[in-house]
């Protein structure tokens, strides 16, 4: 998978992510209006590619064994209430988006956190069809990661708060990418937590002493 938010894009107007990956980002797209324009040109663009693709020649009954196989399977409509609105976010919740708050078993606070550094709590969320891993991280104000890198790409959505990684400070609504060509150490800065929405494809490699160690005691 790419390091690009620009493929990343394509990739879930194209339906090909998996389901963690489908999640960020279709909360970053919640959080920021110009990733929507973006995925607007990148549906525009796979329209453009199926039109363009030569057709696939049907045999003669195709079309009568679909319906015929339609016909065999009951169909039973059922009239759907919409979710209330209370049942979706809590207090701690209301300024998540909703993608995100649809695939937690609970609000924030009822999360089971675990530790993963020191300052760093993190809760796994569940999800199926998954070929990453996806979490939410809570980082306090000051603390960061052992320096590391990686064996896929990590997507990384801020939340709340901030972190700074190479110079860079990322706040609400941005998206951080880094591939095995980055090593970096993100820390959390500011006076609030930083809360922080991660999917990695592969595992972490520790550059420091200290991260090995770390990786040891919690493997």
């Known amino acids: ?61 195709s079309v009568q064994s679909l319906m015929d196989a339609l016909d065999d399977e009951p169909v039973e409509l059922i009239a759907e209430e919409p979710a209330p609105v209370d049942n979706l976010m809590s207090c701690s919740d209301v300024d998540l988006p909703l993608p995100l708050r649809r695939a937690l078993s609970t609000d924030i606070d009822g999360l089971k956190w675990s530790f993963s550094y020191p300052g760093v709590k ?13 979490r939410l991280l809570k980082i306090q104000p000051g603390k960061s990661a ?40 993100p820390k959390a800065v500011g006076d609030e937590v930083c ?3 991660a999917v990695t494809t592969g595992s972490l490699k520790f550059k420091d002493r200290f991260g090995r160690v770390l990786k040891d005691f919690i493997s």
Request: aromatic share 6%.
């Open 122 to 134: 993190s809760s796994k969320i569940k999800a199926d069809d998954a070929t990453s891993d996806i």
């Open 1 to 61: 998978m790419s390091a690009d938010i620009d493929t990343l894009l394509l990739q879930y107007s194209a339906g090909t992510l998996d389901t963690p990956m489908s999640i960020l980002v279709a909360s970053y797209l919640t959080l920021e209006p110009e990733a929507r324009k973006k995925l607007y040109f990148a549906d525009d663009l796979n329209a453009s590619i199926i039109d363009s693709a030569e057709p696939v020649g049907m045999s003669e009954d």
């Open 195 to 197: 809360l922080c929405l």
């Open 146 to 185: 052992p320096r590391h890198a990686h064996e896929g790409i990590e997507a990384t959505l801020v939340l709340r708060g901030a972190f700074i990684d190479g110079g860079e400070v990322y706040s609400r609504g941005d998206l951080a990418i880094a591939d095995g060509k980055v090593e970096h150490r």
